[in-house]
């Protein structure tokens, strides 16, 4: 099908994503006008649309996939037919192609603030295109940058090359850089900063500054950059201790770099947080000459490093100065400054890269990194060479005759696809996951990858042939199909399908722990309404009317909290979720909701981080995994909600998946309290009022999650925590009379009564003759999520044998799940 046509100039590609598009074009032929209306119904999705393979954070990065085509016509600074023209002043979908080569003199920095654009260098005839003097800056969402080289030579004083952050309120997210050459700067050849997430550098060459050095990764006003991924990028002959600086950012994955120095008297790398890092170094190669450790990992010794405490790295397979093969310990790679940060064992489980030996990836980045289409440029090949020979070439600001046919052809281009996969099965796990397993694919380079696609949506990629697909509904049928992808973005066609069904919510389906409708008003003492007992004790915070339903806590930022002391039921292993109601009265970092305490956090729920954002937050061997969102408002209610599910971590923000971060293991367990609205390890406390707190331990579904928004917690009195059942027969379940409804807030109550009552309308119920029951009491903790069942012990022997249930609106009803006679079939959640 063809999915372009081009009208006065420019080409018109039909948009990817699934539906219809329809567009009018008038053509004047002498005196007659045509119209033609032209609609097009595309067979497969946005997310698969770049044609190349992006691996790690920015892997989901789609650039301008299905939009216009512009061509650059000239190099002008700007106006009709310049990149500027098309790249800043232009919006909507957009890839961007070149009919020009040579060197664009930029007066002022072009501003990327338009999402969706992919601007492809390898497009341009003969030596391709430079851009210098000013910056290109991205400011976006969804941005590609491929084959093109900025280097803006303006000295010591001048720009950074590439800056990658935020403006005028704008953070980027999912943004590649491919193929990129970048030198002469006056900063940072390419700098990470202000909040950006999702993205991956890869394959491009950073060289020759004159700055700090190549590159830094740094907090900023709206917070700390997040999930990067640098990937067989070269940096060479930089100044300073930036091949890169690491200073912010969570999520950090380093795999199959290149870094070279001719002289380096205090390492070439800097790992040294100014807010949380947790970074994987691995398989890199450090070319220095001297002896000198590559990396310097600050602890905070000197104020360097303030968040060396909440940091960590893990080190496998580096090679340079210190470690010069694998015989040697991998912490010998880095020299270790007061103190440095906790090394950790376990690899942190980031978006996945195809990744070699170190020794390897030395020869593969040297041949193939840079924008090496159409050709490769004298600069970047004296940087290669100086790589290869030990030589040191100063920035010299020769611009090459981009203009003229390259003095070499540019390389074979591959274009055949891997096979297809074949044998692709599907296990269900659970009623939130399935694995996906295939037979690898061959290609006549190498595969790099595979695309997953469900439902006909591409979902993810991955290095492997495994994938486990998480945080699915429960009895919902998935189909998946995966295609093979070569390092030249060739991609097989898609396997044969296969389906399956997630299984049911387990019953009883409740799972929760402890909650807290504070609706007290007075004393020092905070009832469970759960039942379980996980009773707390208020220190500080004052009663308040001005809750979220009814009564609430306030809290006043310096020390007042409310203390549940440790339990089983407390200790969250395999799942969890958490939920508040809160209403910050000033949205300054470090408020803490609700935390699990030990060591460290073992489970945490914070309005307010070290970035002034939410976050769900859980402990896993040594290490915190942290799911984060936007800033909340100040002075407003906002729910907020944390899960984990075994595999993946998310932050829930008024009822919607605002974050999640994939993490496989189990939650750490402590003999340390759960506080409310403060906590005793960093003495960071909630200021503003908190309500309405559940703790569960499986993970909820968004819809349940949405349903305890919109529904505030039953307290119980202690009065009504038993109740006198009547005498019923097993062949029916139990209709209790003189249970009264709760009214919008309050305790529930329930009245005795001896005469026996029967129903057969409730669904679900097993006719199974038996003898009637001669017990007529039960114990039963009730009024919590009345449409689920809630177990209780009917006969006092400390078995759950009965379930308390009632549909939203009707009578309250008791139910045997007794798995031995008289009784026999439960029911549960899914059958109202």
């Not at 729910?639 to 075994?646: E, K």
């Amino acid at each position: 099908m063809k999915t372009s046509l081009e009208v006065n100039g420019i080409e018109k590609r039909v948009p990817t994503s699934i539906g219809i598009w329809t567009s009018r074009i008038t053509h004047l032929i002498g005196f007659t006008i045509f119209t033609f209306l032209l609609s097009f119904t595309p067979a497969y999705v946005l997310a698969a649309c770049p044609d190349f393979f992006i691996e790690g954070f920015g892997r989901n990065t789609v650039g301008g996939c299905g939009g216009t085509v512009y061509t650059v016509t000239n190099l002008n600074d700007s106006g009709p037919g310049s990149l500027r023209e098309f790249a800043q002043n232009r919006s909507g979908p957009r890839i961007i192609k070149f009919g020009v080569s040579g060197t664009i003199n930029l007066n002022s920095s072009i501003t990327i603030g338009n999402s969706f654009i992919t601007i492809d260098g390898s497009s341009a005839p003969n030596g391709g295109i430079t851009v210098r003097g000013r910056p290109i800056s991205i400011y976006a969402d969804h941005v590609i940058l491929r084959h093109i080289r900025v280097r803006p030579a303006e000295g010591s004083d001048g720009p950074d090359a590439i800056q990658i952050g935020s403006s005028n309120g704008v953070t980027a997210s999912n943004v590649v850089l491919d193929h990129v050459s970048t030198s002469w700067a006056g900063d940072g050849n390419i700098d990470i900063v202000d909040g950006a997430t999702d993205i991956t550098i890869q394959w491009s060459i950073l060289s020759q500054n004159y700055g700090p050095g190549a590159m830094l990764i740094r907090t900023g006003g709206p917070g700390a950059p997040n999930r990067i991924t640098l990937h067989h990028n070269l940096y060479a002959n930089n100044a300073g201790q930036r091949d890169p600086a690491i200073n912010a950012g969570d999520q950090i994955d380093l795999v199959n770099n290149v870094m070279y120095r001719d002289y380096a008297a205090y390492g070439i790398m800097e790992i040294a947080p100014r807010a949380p890092v947790h970074a994987n170094l691995v398989n890199n190669y450090f070319k220095i000459s001297g002896t000198s450790k590559s990396v310097r990992i600050y602890g905070n010794g000197d104020g360097k490093a303030p968040y060396a405490s909440q940091s960590s790295v893990y080190l496998k397979g580096n090679l340079g100065p210190g470690r010069p093969n694998d015989t040697y310990p991998e912490t010998s790679i880095a020299e270790m400054v007061d103190g440095g940060l906790t090394v950790v064992n376990t690899r942190f489980n980031y978006p996945s890269v195809t990744t070699t030996s170190a020794s390897q990836a030395f020869n593969d980045v040297l041949a193939n990194v840079g924008a090496t289409l159409p050709c490769r440029d004298s600069v970047d090949k004296g940087v290669v060479n100086d790589v290869l020979n030990g030589t040191d070439k100063t920035p010299v600001d020769t611009f090459p005759d981009l203009t003229k046919p390259c003095s070499t052809p540019p390389p074979t281009a591959d274009t055949t696809p891997p096979s297809t996969p074949t044998g692709l099965a599907a296990t269900v796990i659970s009623s939130s996951q399935i694995n996906l397993s295939w037979n690898a694919s061959t290609d006549n380079v190498g595969v790099a990858g595979y695309r997953i696609f469900r439902n006909s949506a591409q979902v993810a990629t991955t290095s492997t042939t495994f994938y486990q697909d998480t945080g699915l509904q429960p009895s919902t049928t998935y189909t998946y199909r995966v295609a093979a992808v070569d390092a030249a973005g060739n991609a097989s066609a898609q396997s044969s399908s296969v389906s399956a069904t997630t299984s049911a919510q387990p019953f009883p389906g409740t799972g929760l722990v402890a909650a807290y409708a504070l609706e007290e008003g007075s004393g020092t003492v905070v009832a469970d309404a759960s039942g379980n007992k996980n009773t707390g004790v208020l220190s500080g915070a004052a009663w308040t009317t001005q809750g979220r339903y009814g009564k609430a806590l306030s809290f006043d930022g310096v020390n007042d909290w409310v203390t549940i002391n440790d339990a089983p039921s407390l200790d969250l292993t395999t799942g969890m979720t958490l939920e508040a109601w809160v209403y910050p009265t000033a949205v300054t970092p470090t408020r803490d909701v609700i935390i699990k305490e030990g060591s460290a956090d073992m489970y945490n729920l914070y309005a307010s981080n070290y970035a002034g954002r939410p976050e769900s937050n859980v402990r896993i061997g040594s290490q915190n995994y942290t799911a984060v969102g936007s800033t909340l408002p100040a002075n407003t209610w906002t729910h907020l909600a944390g899960t984990y599910d075994g595999t993946t971590l998310r932050l829930y923000i008024n009822g919607v998946q605002a974050a999640s971060r994939t993490q496989t293991g189990t939650i750490q367990v402590s003999s340390g309290p759960v506080r409310i609205g403060g906590n005793s390890i960093w003495g960071e406390y909630f200021r503003g009022r908190i309500d309405e707190i559940r703790i569960y331990n499986r993970p909820l579904s968004q819809q349940e999650i949405q349903k305890d928004m919109n529904t505030p917690i039953a307290t119980i009195s202690t009065a009504s925590s038993s109740m006198q059942t009547p005498r019923a027969t097993a062949t029916s379940a139990s209709k209790l009379t003189g249970v009264t409804r709760r009214p919008e807030r309050g305790s529930m109550t329930s009245q005795t009564t001896s005469t026996p009552a029967t129903s057969t309308s409730v669904p679900g119920a097993a006719p199974a003759p038996a003898p009637e029951a001669t017990l007529t009491s039960a114990s039963i903790s009730w009024g919590v999520s009345e449409d689920v069942p809630v177990p209780g012990d009917y006969d006092g022997d400390g078995r759950k044998d009965i379930a308390v249930w009632r549909p939203s609106e009707g009578n309250w009803y008791l139910h045997p799940t007794s798995p031995t006679p008289p009784w026999s079939q439960p029911w549960g959640a899914l059958d109202d």
